[in-house]
């Protein structure tokens, strides 16, 4: 039983349903899906390629991408998802890393061949209409023999050392992952519609297991992306829409309703239900949003090493206003999901009592399998089975998580993770850099930006500008730093390590 399996079933069982939408338009039934994912499953056989084989993704939302993932896992190869923010220099040494050998593109993300790859195809060329082409009878090309057990999809997850790591989750992970949806998080019936606005690489595309399991359509907007006028618009034309929301993303939904005057009965027409994540959602925040848009919010916290498994707080919690402890409820990140357990724990990994705050530590059939090629930051991560996530929070007696720190060092911007060290080793490499510190700094809209501390070596003429052009031309647009702070020296305690916390309170109390 794989990941492949949920398509066969749904081939089946509903060959004429809708599965796959380019906006209002119809882009394949479940039949025809299964059709051109095992059309190309087959073809992807007959060029050589193996199971556990790796393919990377690198492009935009696209509906042929739900197509290549599936036909990915029909021929019993690894799905390598990469953020379409991502540098070119940045997806490269992800695929030497993983050793990809093929990757499917779109030509906006990646107008040029990426080193080091056997073949790179655009979703939207005519090899890839070639290689998607359906096969008559897809319950004809059998199903690679694979294990829940063996990895599917590799997610890459910047670490502490500044280098990404490929988190290895199985069938089983995500097969975990979408039969928890189901009870936790929303069900889904059969004429529902999730919508892919954030991208597809990573927790929205993720979401398309359950929603494959029930039978559900998939949408991928027009414009490819977040437009909220676009989704709201798209929602009344095909009925309420699901999707998965950095609260960025759920700040500008209540935007456009705010603009367009819209009541949350009006607001339902265009909505089923939006998960949000990915980083703190500020307690007047969710107020407003249930405020102007109605109870059709719910909270999920997760890593990828457990993919949105981890805890939730419900839609019901979110509108039981007249509970005794509803402000505490609605800023917290809710109770354990049905497939895990979540502890809080001291630095020994002994439970604490509640209240204290602690690691949060994850265990359960989502966790990964491991981080590839890397036992060592696996050891580190995983210990008896549990997940130590390196976040920090505290437990109440009836179960509710509140996230009360992230590692020292993670900036969230955006629902994007940033590791500061990744962008101060880039940074040091720019000329005339003696020395960088890169800390978060708050932000209303974005959640955190990023912003470099610089010493600059002696006699150095370095301006802003240029420090920007180094960075656009290492690392993604994301990660780059929004401010640049020259300074003489960097605070340091007695064994010379940076103090952030001294930065962070120097851009607080300025």
Not at 59 to 74: D, I, K, Q, S, T
Request: with cysteine; aromatic share 8%.
């Amino acid at each position: 039983m794989t990941l492949a399996h949920l398509l066969l079933r749904q081939a089946r069982q509903r060959p004429d349903s809708p599965a796959i939408l380019e906006g209002a338009a119809l882009h394949a039934t479940h039949g025809q899906w299964a059709a051109r994912s095992a059309g190309l499953a087959s073809r992807l056989r007959e060029a050589g390629l193996q199971p556990g084989d790796r393919v990377l993704l690198f492009a935009r939302n696209h509906p042929r991408y739900l197509e290549v993932l599936w036909g990915l896992w029909w021929a019993g190869l690894v799905a390598v998802p990469v953020n379409a923010k991502l540098h070119p220099r940045e997806v490269e040494w992800i695929a030497a890393n993983c050793g990809a050998r093929w990757t499917f593109v779109t030509s906006d993300v990646a107008p040029e061949p990426l080193a080091r790859i056997e073949r790179q195809i655009d979703l939207e060329s005519d090899e890839a209409a070639a290689l998607l082409a359906p096969v008559p009878d897809p319950f004809a090309v059998p199903l690679a023999e694979r294990d829940l057990g063996d990895t599917a999809w590799l997610f890459y997850t910047s670490g502490t050392t500044g280098r990404p790591k490929g988190v290895m989750l199985t069938h089983r992970n995500l097969m975990t992952m979408g039969l928890g949806y189901h009870v936790d998080v929303d069900p889904v019936a059969q004429g529902d519609a999730i919508v892919y606005a954030a991208p597809i690489s990573h927790g929205a595309g993720i979401y398309a297991i359950p929603h494959l399991m029930a039978g559900a359509r998939h949408v991928v907007p027009a414009s490819g992306g977040v437009d909220p006028a676009e989704l709201f618009a798209l929602g009344r034309a095909i009925g309420p829409l699901s999707l998965f929301a950095a609260p960025t993303i759920v700040g500008r939904l209540v935007d456009e309703a705010e603009q367009q005057a819209l009541s949350p009965a009006d607001c339902a027409q265009s909505f089923k239900t939006i998960v949000y994540g990915g980083a703190p959602m500020y307690v007047a925040d969710i107020q407003r949003a249930l405020r102007v848009m109605g109870p059709r919010f719910v909270q999920i916290y997760g890593q990828g090493e457990t993919p949105m498994v981890g805890t939730v707080l419900s839609r019901a919690d979110l509108a039981n206003s007249a509970h005794p402890r509803y402000l505490a409820r609605i800023a917290s990140i809710g109770v354990a999901q049905t497939p895990v357990r979540v502890r809080v724990t001291d630095a020994e990994g002994r439970d604490l009592p509640l209240g204290e705050i602690g690691e949060i530590v994850v265990k359960g059939d989502s966790v990964m399998a491991g981080y590839w090629a890397n036992p060592e930051a696996t050891a580190v991560a995983v210990k008896d089975g549990w997940l130590f996530t390196g976040d920090m929070g505290a437990l109440d007696a009836d179960g509710y998580l509140t996230l009360k720190d992230r590692s020292k060092d993670l900036i969230i911007s955006g629902g994007s993770n940033i590791y500061p060290r990744e962008v101060e080793e880039t940074l040091l490499h720019a000329p005339g850099v003696a020395e960088v510190a890169v800390v978060g700094e708050p932000d209303a809209e974005w959640g955190e930006n990023v912003v470099a501390f610089v010493v600059l070596q002696a006699g150095a003429d370095v301006t802003e500008a240029a420090l920007d052009a180094h960075c656009l031309a290492e690392i993604a647009r994301f990660k780059r730093p929004k401010r640049y702070i020259f300074v003489s020296a960097l605070p340091k305690n007695n064994y010379g390590k940076v103090l952030k916390t001294e930065l962070r309170a120097r851009l607080t109390s300025t």
